[in-house]
């Protein structure tokens, strides 16, 4: 079935350094990867997304990388700053358009 | 234009009973997705209605239903409620076609007692 793993669940990160946060699925026919944050009692909100057709996006401190052979794909952030401490979700599209959630990533920058 | 819009924001009920949340979706969108979320569970998917169909289900049981209308506008039904159906529950809207981003609603926050 269709199935998102997210690895670590939990993160912490001095500030100003980088944090990976990295997703494998399941069917090798999903095309279109978000990434979500979702900051304390707010509504999860559209980072950064990639296609199948590419293999790096990059916006400004955050780029999210595609391996469509190896499933996997990965968000990096860098010059990690408080702002950035948040809950973050892949998710991948399968199928008839039913995004499927990856656990989630509680990631923690240390000033 | 404006977001995506649910409401009740908060609601608290008791076992036994039955609730109906209601989603707006962003104007145009004509797809709609409803999750769950739970501190242990993350993101579940409950359903998508697109064009007034339901187009997928997750692996929720069958008290768990919902409807879209033909402006769009979505409900979710929770009847029998139980403990464990304490969560916060969202919705989603997305564009015309596949592969679109879902932009999420505040939520409703459900408390079972």
């Known amino acids: 079935g269709e199935n998102v793993e997210q690895h670590p669940s939990t993160l912490s990160v001095q500030e100003g350094d980088s944090a990976v946060i990295k997703c494998t699925y399941s069917?090798?026919?999903?095309?279109?990867f978000p990434w979500y944050k979702q900051e304390l009692g707010k509504r999860p909100q559209l980072i950064i997304d990639i296609r199948s057709n590419v293999g790096e996006k990059k916006d400004q401190r955050i780029a999210v990388t595609l391996n469509k052979t190896a499933k996997h794909f990965s968000l990096h952030i860098t010059e990690t700053q408080p702002e950035d401490s948040a809950v973050y979700f892949c998710?991948?599209?399968?199928?008839?358009?039913?995004?499927?959630f990856g656990t989630g990533t509680r990631l923690t920058i240390i000033p | 234009k404006a977001g995506v819009t649910q409401t009740p924001r908060y609601l608290i009920k008791t076992r036994g009973q039955q609730v109906t949340l209601s989603c707006s979706p962003i104007s145009g969108h004509r797809s709609v997705s409803w999750y769950q979320q739970t501190p242990g569970q993350g993101l579940q998917f409950l359903f998508e209605y697109f064009s007034e169909t339901q187009r997928n289900k997750g692996n929720f049981p069958g008290r768990f239903s919902g409807r879209q209308f033909s402006n769009s506008r979505s409900e979710m039904n929770v009847s029998t409620l139980e403990l464990g159906d304490s969560a916060l529950y969202l919705c989603a809207s997305s564009g015309l076609q596949g592969g679109e981003t879902q932009y999420f609603g505040p939520g409703t926050r459900l408390l079972v007692l």
């Open positions: 069917d090798s026919a999903s095309n279109y």
């Open positions: 998710a991948a599209l399968f199928g008839n358009e039913k995004l499927t």
